[in-house]
């Protein structure tokens, strides 16, 4: 093979990888796997009826506007998962400081995220990757 053929042929594959390399960076948010904007606001839906009814932690938010929690926890769960949403709450120590929340409690809600999740369909696989985004904010929560 003369020289040119081999540089030619060096070219064309560095090419033909390079016009495959945008695939690598199309790949979907974690946002858009589970489903984007619709699917995270039926799952916020959902744990809040589970949660309303879990007497290990529905006491926590006796005093809470329900309304605008909801719409905080979905700009959350957009926001961490790659959506393209701002989070407008307040941080989750701040937020979470007068709650006496242990570690029973905070694995009682993580438990009713899971259980949401499921009831709107979205695999445990994906679950599992927003639980552990939320996992480290534990310490920020728990008394
Ligand atoms: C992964 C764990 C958690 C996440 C991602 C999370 C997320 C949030 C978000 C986004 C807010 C709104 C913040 C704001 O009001 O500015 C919030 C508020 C609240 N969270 Fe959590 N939370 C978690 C764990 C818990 C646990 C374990 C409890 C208690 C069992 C709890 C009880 C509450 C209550 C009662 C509020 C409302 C506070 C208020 O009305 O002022 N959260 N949480």
Known sequence: MS???ILATLLSTTL???SFA???HAEKTLYEQIGGEPVLRKTVEEFV???EDDDRINFAFGNTDITKFKQLLFEQ?????????EYTGRSMEESHRELAIDNAMFN???EDVYLAFD???VPYRLQNKVMAIFAPMQKDMVK
């Open 49 to 51: 009826v589970i949660m």
């Open 3 to 5: 020289k040119s053929i």
């Open 77 to 85: 769960l957009c926001n961490v998962t790659g959506g393209p949403c």
């Open 22 to 24: 945008p695939v690598a």
């Open 108 to 110: 009682a809600l993580a």
């Open 119 to 121: 009831r709107v369909g």
């Open 16 to 18: 033909l990888a390079a």
